[in-house]
């Protein structure tokens, strides 16, 4: 089979507009998703039953639906509702609103039970030995569980992450150009689909490939120091 890649250079600051799009989507999530993840995840292990309650159901809704239609749902009533109420009478972006939206909340979900887990692995003594100290139950889980946690929990957290930046090609459903939609649309244009989307699934590859051996680099660094 002959392919013609003479269209890929050229489509480049194109692509690279797609790929802005793409990173705003994945950093934006990933970010929202660890602070909400983190307060779910301490509703989830507070003594309150309701707190506890809320956060357990967040957590098993979100990770019982398809990703594909949280971004629909989001895309055709939430949010169109939300900015509707909010903002009356503006045009604003919802696609990518949407986007920014769907993702956090989503991988909140997923976040919260990395970090809950994490929270989990620090032996109880150490709370015990914190309140023997003086402390409050916030100053210790803020002073002392949460960080030997985070040391714990940073590689599933990464990985999470770019878990993350493959599930973003998703908002091809609401016509969001980010870098998989803009590399399809290049490629339908000027008649290279294929290659286009080859060279997409390229670039994919390498980032997540390079992505991956950082994070394995990282848990062995943690791992080393850990001892």
Known sequence: MFFDWSAIPGAL???WQGMIVTLQITLVGVLVGVL??????LFRL????????FSATYVTIFRSIPLVMVLFWFHLVLIPLIVGLLFPGQRLELRFITALTAFSLFEASYYAEIIRAGILSVTKGQLSAGLALGMNRGQVMRLVILPQALRRMVPLLLTQAIILFQ???LVYVINLDDFFRKAYNVGNTVGTLNELILFAGAVYLVICTLASGC????HRKLTVLAR
């Open 13 to 15: 600051p194109i692509l």
């Open 36 to 41: 909400l993840g983190t307060l779910l995840a």
């Open 46 to 53: 507070s003594p309150s039953r309701l707190l506890s309650w």
């Open 167 to 169: 599930d973003s090609t």
């Open 215 to 218: 994070v394995r680099q990282l």
